[in-house]
């Protein structure tokens, strides 16, 4: 290949295009030309091929060493031979011997087209990950398009991700063309390209969907200490304001309850329940158990467990359907709680 504009034309445009370095492409298909050249040498350890940056131009050199006598013809080259050739060098010397083969243009032609075009799928693969691994632990937006078996494939754009039957919610079912939010659990590099599971399941689905709805949960004046979630019924969150003048529980709600209830519909009705957190974990447990109310916290810091005194007529509410609120106030405090009614505790002899 003497001269072969064309392909540093070509080598161009893919590099304007698709934003893969001209030199990337030509490193790799000097590398594979290389390897060629052991059907014509026999090996190519020594053996070295450029390709002209400017004109394309393919020249294939043998590194040889100087010797007053030739042993290995591959390798050396003889001293008489060498002073017409590199008057400039002497016995000892590694000089570069041309030895570009006749037909070398038509196989490096085919060479130069298997590189540029797996080159450039291993790049925009390279692209794809990247682009897709930098969200992973945030939440994007699918669309759902098909049942693969008990998994559900999401188009997230570029490129597929697969909602697995463990992190579905139970609850839901999806039509084609749904649109819906998904937090990404994890991107993996495969050869067919990124492997992304996401899950509409994981309480930072819930955190995630905050932050993009709320200003000062964007912002860091408002924090989410901790999240307790039973996807699909009911998730408790516990939030904290770094400024005296902003409630952070009425900011998560929004006027009229607007922020919520975006949230809300987004996750299909599930119920949310944000209360106030404090470092006081008898307060903290006592809002936690919300929408119950109260009549005393017992904390034993120590084991992390509390016991609970609730009005009577409050027992059902605390521990909730099938133990559901209590279940959710523990996970959140990370507190063992036991609650008991005013007229169970004094059976029990609780003060």
Known sequence: MNNNKELID??????????????????????SLVAACKNHFGKADNIRVNIN????????????????????????????????????????DIVNVEVTPKN??????????????????????????????????????????RYVGNNVS???????????ENEQVKTEHFKPTDRIKLYVLEVKDTTKGPRITVSR?????????????????KDGTVEIKSISREAGSRTKMA???????????????????????????????????????NDDPAILIENALSPAKVVSVYVEEGEKSARVIVPDYQLSLAIGKEGQNARLAARLTGYKIDIKSESQAEGYGWE
């Open 104 to 145: 070398f243009g038509r196989i490096a032609a085919q060479k130069a087209k298997q590189v540029v075009v797996q080159k450039i799928r291993e790049e925009e693969r390279k692209v794809l990950f990247n682009q897709y691994y930098s969200k992973e632990k945030d939440v994007v937006t699918g669309i759902v398009q």
């Open 53 to 92: 940056r400017d004109t394309g131009a393919v020249a294939v050199y043998a590194e040889r060493e100087i010797v007053e006598t030739v042993v290995d013809p591959v390798t050396q080259i003889n001293a008489v031979e060498a002073k017409l050739k590199y008057p400039k060098n002497n016995i000892g």
């Open 10 to 31: 070509a080598l161009n445009q893919i590099e304007r295009e698709k934003d893969i370095s001209k030199e990337i492409l030509l490193e790799a298909m000097e590398n």
């Open 201 to 217: 399941t994981h309480p930072e689905l819930v955190k995630r969907l905050f932050e993009a709805e709320v200003t000062e949960v």
């Open 239 to 277: 939030v904290y304001s770094n400024n005296s003048d902003v409630d952070p529980v009425g900011a998560c709600v929004g006027m009229n309850g607007a922020r919520v209830n975006a949230i809300v519909s987004e996750l299909r009705g599930e119920k949310i329940d944000i209360i106030n957190w």
């Open 154 to 164: 999401i188009n997230l754009g570029k490129v597929d991700a697969v909602l697995t």
